[in-house]
């Protein structure tokens, strides 16, 4: 698996992505995480325009995942309930990571990839997305607490710290 960052030309391989995950959260019992067709395309592509939006192609160069990678403050992040970060130190943000459901390991790959970037990671999940927890718990993240979101909706918020 490759990560790059996205192109704009890359959109329309993205858009599906995004709409299957949806399916599938809601599938799995988390239909509230990403609600009124959230991630939009309007998003993504200012992602893609602040060089901030990557991809993951398979070997046959197909687009099987994507997400947000932003090294620096994350105003979502300034404060956190329930809790605390593990640390002030300068982080990255992974936000709206996704996959196709055909390739086993995205996360992993991703969050690995992202370490390979900066040590001290945060990231965060909606309370019903279990299989997302379950995943960044085994990866190594540890939960840190409650975030808001930009449209006030709680998180679990959580840290990965190699500093």
Request: net charge negative; aromatic share 12%.
């Amino acid at each position: 698996m490759t990560i790059t960052k996205a192109k704009y030309d890359d959109l329309e391989m993205i858009i599906p992505i995004y709409d299957y995950a949806r399916s599938f959260m809601t599938d799995n019992g988390n239909p509230n995480q990403w609600i009124d067709g959230y991630p939009s395309r309007e998003i993504i592509a200012e992602d893609i325009n602040n060089d901030s939006f990557y991809v993951c192609k398979n070997e046959e160069e197909s687009i099987v995942g994507a997400f947000t990678f932003i090294i620096g403050n994350d105003p979502t992040y300034e404060n956190i309930y329930s809790g605390k970060w593990l640390n002030d130190k300068t982080y990255g943000v992974i936000h709206r990571l996704v996959s196709n459901g055909t390739t086993h390991g995205i996360t992993k790959n991703c969050i690995e990839w992202c370490l390979k970037q900066i040590q001290n990671i945060r990231i965060d999940t909606h309370a019903d997305n279990k299989i997302m927890q379950s995943l960044i718990l085994k990866i190594g993240f540890e939960y840190c607490g409650i975030i808001l979101t930009h449209n006030g909706t709680e998180r679990l918020a959580y840290q990965i710290s190699g500093v």
